[in-house]
């Protein structure tokens, strides 16, 4: 099955103030959009995400599929879920980029709640009494009994939900509403008090609050230097770069990817890589460095963490790196689950000064960033 996510961000947004849609404005040092798209994107099983904006926009997000929204939420929404045809997709979660404070745990208890119902969607009890009012005068009062607070991401069967929004007339409130006219059930899901939508420019304040007080963040340096040896290659951040000779290690010795693992294994206090991989074990000889790469990867999701971005800067004479570079972010990126654009792959030179000035061997520097929402 295929996972997919519609972000609807075509609205204007005058009620939160600015000169410019609440979307593009900042909180917490970013913009509320990057805020929101980055929590699907580290979603590993959501394959596709797509961005519906307002002509005036595109260009905003250049680094994701975006399509032309409607005059109305449902226009968008149908125009961003006809962009995912023939993709395969099963599963289509429908979000408002207003809701920037959107946990991973959320998103994936949706996804993982449309193994059994054929729509589902966070929601929140309403706790308080509820009035009916007029004039700045309460004119009566409304029984809360069965009512809740509607949140997004809705999620739903792609092809269920595609053929209820072709049929509906537009008028919807929401992607539930539409969903039910059509005869779909849904299942409702605990909501999040966090999960708020900014409306009013109040509602900076509290996003500002959560995002900014919510995020551990993590820095780790990695250093590591093989010799070369005989060889018509070397390896670097998962890339075969001919060259007369090789470089020696237990393993593959890809000094680059070998650099980066212990910048991840160093921001989580999680010791190196002969710690892990011990080179007196047999097993790991000739390894391919993925593997070591992969590991750290997985240990970081396990306590919690993303990886933001990573820098690795390689030190050598020969050979000449900047050829690869695009290929390498493509390799390092793809292994670590991050866009390539997060990933930083340069080379200098010592200068002909020490053991890589000889041309002995290569040297890497690597650092890594790890953020937990």
């Known amino acids: 099955m295929t996972t997919a996510a ?12 600015g000169e410019i849609a609440k979307q593009w404005q900042t909180v917490a040092g970013r913009r509320v959009a990057d805020w929101t798209l980055d ?12 961005v519906v904006l307002h002509p005036d926009d595109l260009g905003r997000m250049p680094d994701v599929p975006c399509v032309i929204g409607g005059a109305t939420r ?12 023939g993709l395969g997709v099963t599963k289509v979660l429908i979000h ?5 404070c959107i ?10 709640t449309l ?9 929140l009890v309403v706790t308080d009494a509820l009035w009916r009012g007029e004039n700045d005068y309460v004119t009566g009062t409304q029984d809360r009994a069965h009512l809740y607070r509607a949140q997004t991401p809705q999620g739903f069967d792609y092809k269920a939900i595609l053929k209820a929004h072709q049929a509906h007339d537009g008028t919807a409130a929401d992607d539930v509403e539409v969903a039910r006219a059509a005869g779909i059930k849904v299942a409702i899901l605990p909501g999040s008090d966090d999960n708020l939508k900014i409306t009013q420019a109040s509602d900076f304040a509290r996003a500002e609050k959560i995002l900014g007080s919510k995020m551990d963040i993590r820095l780790g340096n990695g250093f590591d230097v093989h010799r070369f040896g005989a060889g018509d290659h070397v390896t670097l951040c998962g890339i075969s770069v001919p060259f007369d000779r090789g470089l020696q290690g ?7 990817m070998h650099a980066v693992t212990d910048a991840i294994y160093g921001a989580l206090a999680q010791g190196d890589i002969g710690q892990h991989f011990p080179p007196s074990d047999p097993q790991w000889k000739g390894a391919a460095s993925d593997i070591f790469l992969r590991h750290a990867v997985d240990l970081a999701a396990e306590h919690g963490f993303q990886i933001a971005n990573v820098d690795c800067t390689l030190i050598c004479e020969q050979p000449k790196i900047g050829p690869h570079t695009a290929q390498m972010k493509d390799a390092m990126a793809h292994i670590i689950g991050i866009t390539a654009n997060r990933v930083s792959i340069k080379a200098t030179t010592s200068e002909r000064l020490g053991f ?8 890497a520097l690597a650092t890594a960033t790890l953020i937990k929402p």
Request: charged fraction near 20%.
């Open 250 to 256: 237990h393993s593959d010795a890809d000094v680059g």
């Open 74 to 85: 449902c226009s968008s929404v149908l125009a961003g879920l006809q962009a995912l045809s």
């Open 96 to 100: 408002d980029v207003a809701r920037p």
């Open 103 to 112: 946990s991973a745990k959320l998103i994936q208890q949706t996804i993982d």
């Open 115 to 123: 193994d059994h119902a054929q729509a589902a969607a966070p929601a």
């Open 39 to 50: 929590a699907f994107r580290q979603i590993t099983e959501i394959e596709h995400i797509v």
């Open 6 to 17: 519609v972000i609807v961000a075509a609205g204007r947004g005058t009620r939160a103030g």
């Open 356 to 363: 890589t000035g000889r041309e002995e061997g290569i040297a």
